[in-house]
């Protein structure tokens, strides 16, 4: 079975919601939810790699840190998807 680790975070303040641009991942922003990943790696001591993935209503803007985020989704394919009643 797939154990799926949910990190919510909230956006940065000043950020305005109802923006129609993709979102920018920072470099501060990604060291955070980095550092959130292995906290949760040494503190349930798996021995499985944790997955960082983005779900957003555009996707990412792509610069160097959203590149190293492995898989972004954004609400369209969720809404899109056969599988959903």
Known sequence: MTK????FTSFRSGV?????SPYEVTQHYLTELLEK?????ESSKTRKSP????????GLKPNSCARQIPKS???DVLYNSPNLP
């Open 16 to 20: 305005p919601y109802g923006r129609a």
């Open 51 to 58: 997955m960082l993935t983005f779900v957003t209503s555009l």
């Open 73 to 75: 989704i954004t609400l």
């Open 37 to 41: 990943v292995k906290l949760f790696k």
């Open 4 to 7: 799926i680790l949910t990190i």
